[in-house]
């Protein structure tokens, strides 16, 4: 399925101008947007990417179409961002730890008011 990830991302890449960002998508695309947009995780952006795929299939013209899925390439990428910092990445990287208690913030993992799982590098 990352294929298709990849493939789509690749095909989508908007250059510096509008009518080359135009050329590089065409209502052609459709289909692997919607089999791109089937591999994201639900989400506010993936929910955004499907509204303008929807709007596109239902477009009356080419102009508008393409319009549309500009914002289906934006909402994906977001998405698709936003899958990868939840698994970590590319580099498979975990999250970063929550910071330790201080003096202050005391609702910090080690902390007297912490309630959460313990944190081995807190004390």
Same mark, same amino acid.
């Given at each position: 399925?990352?294929?298709? *990830? ?8 908007? #250059?510096? $101008?509008?009518?080359? *960002?135009? *050329? ?9 947007? @919607?089999?791109?947009? $089937?591999?994201?995780?639900? /989400? %506010?952006?993936? =929910?955004? #990417? ?7 299939? &239902?477009? =009356?013209?080419? !102009?508008?179409?393409?319009? @549309?899925?500009?914002?289906?390439? !934006?909402?994906? &990428?977001?998405?698709?961002? *936003?899958?990868?910092?939840?698994? /970590? ?6 999250? %970063?730890?929550? !910071?330790? #208690? ?6 910090? %993992?080690? /902390?007297?008011?912490?309630? /959460? ?7």
């Amino acid at each position: 399925m990352r294929l298709f *990830a990849v493939a789509f991302a690749a095909m989508t890449l908007l #250059a510096a $101008g509008i009518d080359s *960002a135009a *050329a590089a998508i065409s209502c052609s695309d459709i289909p692997d947007a @919607e089999r791109f947009i $089937g591999t994201l995780r639900p /989400g %506010p952006n993936t =929910t955004a #990417a499907q509204r303008h795929l929807d709007a596109a299939k &239902r477009a =009356t013209s080419d !102009k508008q179409c393409v319009a @549309e899925l500009r914002q289906v390439d !934006k909402y994906a &990428r977001r998405s698709y961002a *936003a899958d990868q910092r939840a698994s /970590g990445g590319a580099s498979g990287r975990a999250a %970063p730890h929550p !910071k330790c #208690a201080d003096f202050f913030h005391q609702d910090r %993992p080690g /902390g007297s008011d912490y309630h /959460g799982p313990p944190v081995a590098s807190c004390p």
